[in-house]
């Protein structure tokens, strides 16, 4: 298991690298912290290597803020 706590993401998003890297891609539990309402988080780049996060408010534009993350 992997996991962070209190992550800072830019607007834009961050690549979050497994260390060490999974043997398979794993599944991945986000929660996002001191979003607007109607926040969503995007995923993408899911490999056994690591992950990229954006969140975006309700209206598609990219926020900061900082999330927990477990692996």
């Known amino acids: 298991m992997c996991k962070g ?8 998003g961050i690549y979050v690298p497994f260390v060490p890297p999974f043997k ?12 607007p309402s109607g926040a969503v988080e995007r995923r993408s780049s899911v490999t056994n290597a690591g992950f990229h996060i ?18």
């Open 24 to 35: 398979k891609k794993p599944a991945i539990t986000i929660s996002g912290q001191d979003l």
């Open 54 to 71: 954006r969140f975006e408010d309700s209206g598609g534009t990219d926020v900061a803020c900082t999330f927990d993350w477990v692996a």
């Open 5 to 12: 706590d209190d992550v800072n993401c830019p607007a834009g």
